[in-house]
C-alpha cells in the first residue's frame, strides 16, 4: 500500500484499458473433463481456472454423513505454476479458509435434501492467477455442479468491486487488488435476488460500499447471462451433431 | 400425438437451473422443478414437458434415484457380514441381504459371503424397499432376477432409460428385433446385452449413444430402425 503505483492512465481508463465498471474478457466453456461427473473452465482476463466435481456418492468415513441432506467438500487450490512465483503446492491457510467461504456461498443453491447421506465434492484448481480467482472459481465450480446433473435452485455469480484512487471498480485485476484502497467480493444469484459471499477487505463508507455493491450486481448479471449460454451451449453440442 | 409432441420438444429451448418453466396460477410443480412463491423454476437442465397442469424439466443428465418395484443392474461392491453392499449406479449403494438371496440354505459357518457373491459380481435385482432414512434394499428373489454370469453391460444416463424402452416397450422391441439379441435394462441406466458376438454389442451400443444423444430430437425411432438395418440415419 505504501508504494505509489499509477492505476489509472491520464485519460482515465485502468492499468488494463478498461473502464472503471467493465468487466474483464470473459470465457466460459462447460464439460471441459471426460472423467469428472461435472466440470467447467473459466478465462477472466488473465485468470484461468478450472473446476470439478465428484458425486453425490457415499459419504465416507460413514461418521461424517448426515442423515438428513448431503455434505459439501470444497477444495480451493492454486496450481505451482499459477503465480509469478512457485507457489507452495500444500495447501496455504488462505486457500483453506477460501474453501470454506466458497463452500459456503455454494451451499444455499445445492438442494442438499434430496440426496442424504451422501457426500459432492468440488474441486476449484486455479492454474493462473491474476486477481478474484475466488470469483472465478465460484462462477466455475456453480456451473461445473449445474453440469453434474445436481439440482440447484439457481446459478451464482461472483465479481470482485473495489477502490482504488478514490474511484469505485468493477473485476479488480491483480494490480488493483494489490495497491487500491478496498477489495469486495460479491456473489449474486439472480433468481432468489440474494447475496451468497460478501466479503470486504480495506476501507470504504457507507455510501462507497452501497455504490460498489449495486454495480456488483451488475456486473453479477451480465455474469449469469454467459453462465446461461455457456450451459447451453454445452447441451446443445448434441443437437448439432445430428 | 407422439410425434407432435416430439415436435414441440425439438422447438424447446434448453432450461438451466433457475430459469423460469410456468406460473403456480397455471401449473403445478413436477419433476426438476420447485416453485419460489408464483414461479415456477427449473433445478437442472433441461428440456421442459407440460402434461396438463403439471410441469416437468426433462434432465439432460441426471441422477438414478431408487424406487420400489425398480427392476436394476447392479454390482457387488463389498461383502459384509448380513449381506452385500451393490453399487446400483445411484448416489445410494443398495443393500443386497442374505435373506433376499435365492439359494435356500447358505451354511456361513462354511461359506463366507464374499465366496457366495464376489465383488465385482454383475446381477439383476428389484428393488425391495427405499425410503430416504435408509439404504435401497434389493432382492433377487423373483423370475428374471439373479446374478448375471455372460454377456455384455452397457449404461446410459437414468433419465433416458423411458427413452430407451419406449412406449410399451416399442423402443426395445425395436432393438432386440433388429440387432437379434435379448436386452435387460435396468431403470439405473446400465443395460446387459445378452450376446456373445461382438459385432451384435457394438452395433447395440451404437445405438444406445444415438438414443443417449438425440432422445430429444424429432424421428428418433426411425433413425434408430436406420441404423440397425446397416443404413447411416
Known sequence: MGESIALFSEDGKRSDGRGLDELRPIRIKVGVLSNAQGSAYIEQGRNKIIAAVYGPKEALPKHISLPDRCILRCRYHMAPFSTTERKSPAPSRREIELSMVLRNALEPLVMTWLFPRTVIDIFIEVLQADGGTRCAGLTAAVLALADAGIPLKGLVAACAVGKADGKILVDLNDLEDKYGEADMPVAYNPTLDGITLLQMDGIMSKEEVEQALSLAITATQKMHKMQVDALRERFSVQRREV | MLRSNEQQQRQRPIVVPGEYVGDSKFHIPGLNVYRLSDRMLATTVGLVRIDGKRVDVVALKSFYQPKVGDLVVGIVKEPGTAGWTVDINSP??????????????????????????????????????????????????????????????????????????????????????????????????????????????????????????????????????????????
Open chain 2, 92 to 233: 445410494f449403494l443398495a443393500f443386497l441381504p442374505l435373506s433376499e438371496y435365492p439359494e435356500k440354505r447358505i451354511r456361513l459357518s462354511r461359506d463366507s459371503i464374499g465366496r457366495i457373491l464376489e465383488a465385482g459380481t454383475v446381477l439383476v435385482g428389484l428393488i425391495k424397499d427405499a425410503s430416504i432414512f435408509s439404504s435401497p434394499v434389493i432382492t433377487l428373489k423373483g423370475k428374471g432376477l439373479g446374478v448375471v454370469s455372460n454377456g455384455f453391460l452397457l449404461s446410459i444416463t437414468a433419465s433416458k432409460v423411458p427413452r430407451l424402452i419406449g412406449k410399451k416397450g416399442s423402443m426395445l422391441s425395436t432393438i432386440e428385433k433388429g440387432a437379434n439379441v435379448k436386452l435387460t435394462v435396468g431403470q439405473n441406466g446400465r443395460l446387459i446385452v445378452h450376446s456373445e458376438d461382438l459385432n451384435v454389442v457394438m452395433k447395440v451400443k451404437e445405438v444406445i449413444g444415438m438414443i443417449e444423444k438425440e432422445s430429444h430430437v424429432y424421428g428418433l425411432t426411425e433413425r434408430v430402425e436406420a441404423l440397425l438395418a446397416g443404413r447411416r440415419p
